[in-house]
Structures are given as structure tokens and as C-alpha cells.
């Protein structure tokens, strides 16, 4: 069965920094294409960043390129999301995505999500 579990959302000021990850288990985890998508309240869903199997292809939403990094540790079966210089607008369920291949900007199987809420 896949699963995949987020963590390390939370409460942070403007400016400040979270880092998420995301737990991988089901599948192996370092033959797909992973991604982040957001939903802010109120909202429709938000490709944040994707990174194919290879870990080599990465690509970022222009919302936050530049403060935000995506990384992957295919022996931990983990995703990550390094997110700096947040600001009120990243506010947001934060969830990963399982692409349906390695190299695929399509998803089959999401998790949880984990809360975001960046305000002072």
C-alpha cells in the first residue's frame, strides 16, 4: 500500500524558515518523480516544486523560486521542501505527490498534507 506522510508544518513568523518532509513507503520510492502542491484557504490546489527519480530535474512555481528547496534521499525514501524567507501567502495544507513514473508531472497517490501558517 503507498503511503506517504507529512511533517514539519507549523506556525512560523514572516521572514523565518520550515523544513517539511515527507515519508515515503508502499513503492520504491526512488524509481518516481515526487512533488509538492499546496492549497491556500479558500483556494484551488498549487504545484509548488516536482523533482524527477533521478533527483537531477527540478523544477520550481515562479511563486517561490529562489526561497524554496526541494530535495530528495532515495535511501530514506524522503522528500523534503526547504522553505526560507516565508511569507503570509505560502500560508497553506501542504501536501507530496507520487508521479506515476520517473520522470512524470502527473500524480496518483497524495498525502495528508501538513499546515503552513506564516504570520506574526
Known amino acids: 500500500e503507498v503511503q506517504l506522510v507529512e511533517s514539519g508544518g507549523g506556525l512560523v513568523q514572516p521572514g523565518g524558515s520550515l523544513r517539511l518532509s515527507c515519508a515515503a513507503s508502499?513503492?520504491?520510492?526512488?524509481?518516481?518523480?515526487m512533488s509538492w502542491v499546496r492549497q491556500a484557504p479558500g483556494k484551488g490546489l498549487e504545484w509548488v516544486s516536482g523533482?524527477?527519480?533521478?533527483?537531477?530535474?527540478?523544477r520550481y512555481a515562479d511563486s517561490v523560486k529562489g526561497r524554496f528547496t526541494i530535495s530528495r534521499d532515495n535511501a530514506k525514501n524522503t522528500l523534503y521542501l526547504q522553505m526560507n524567507s516565508l511569507k503570509p501567502e505560502d500560508t497553506a495544507v501542504y501536501y507530496c505527490?507520487?508521479?506515476?513514473?520517473?520522470?512524470?508531472?502527473?500524480?496518483?497517490?497524495w498525502g495528508q498534507g501538513t499546515q503552513v501558517t506564516v504570520s506574526s
Open positions: 505527490a507520487k508521479g506515476r513514473h520517473g520522470g512524470s508531472n502527473e500524480y496518483d497517490y
Open positions: 508502499g513503492f520504491t520510492f526512488s524509481s518516481y518523480s
Open positions: 523533482i524527477f527519480s533521478g533527483g537531477i530535474s527540478i
